[in-house]
């Protein structure tokens, strides 16, 4: 099984920046797919943003030209540049990574989050 590693999470006033990072525990075969989602309090849990084979990268409305994903290949390691933080960023955020194991099999899993709070 393949677990996530998350950092970067924390404490931050409006306006302000954070940046998380999120590997696997050990170094896969190929990564399909790997971002972030979000959930807050007694909100679902919604996509922030996602890179895609291929560097293709799409994000939620909420954060486009605040957020930007980026991945370093050499150590398998995503990072989200938050900028610009607001309130209703204030939320768990989760890793997920979709792809193939040394092994050839295909896997995704989940971090168990990061916590951003964003106060006024």
């Known amino acids: 099984q393949v677990h996530l590693v998350e950092s970067g999470g924390g404490l931050v006033q409006a306006g302000g920046s954070l940046r998380l990072s999120c590997a696997p525990s050990?170094?896969?075969?190929?990564?399909?797919?790997m971002g972030w989602y979000r959930q807050a309090p007694g909100r679902q849990r919604e996509l922030v943003g996602m890179?895609?084979?291929?560097?293709?990268?799409n994000y939620a409305d909420s954060v486009k030209g605040r957020f930007t994903n980026s991945r370093d290949d050499a150590d398998q390691t995503l990072y989200l540049q938050m900028n610009d933080l607001r309130p209703e960023d204030t939320a768990i955020y989760y890793c997920?990574?979709?792809?193939?194991?040394?092994?050839?099999?295909?896997?995704?899993?989940w971090g168990e989050g990061v916590q951003v709070n964003v106060i006024s």
């Open positions: 050990k170094r896969i075969f190929r990564i399909e797919r």
């Open positions: 890179m895609s084979t291929g560097d293709k990268k």
């Open positions: 997920y990574l979709a792809g193939l194991t040394n092994q050839l099999r295909g896997f995704d899993s």
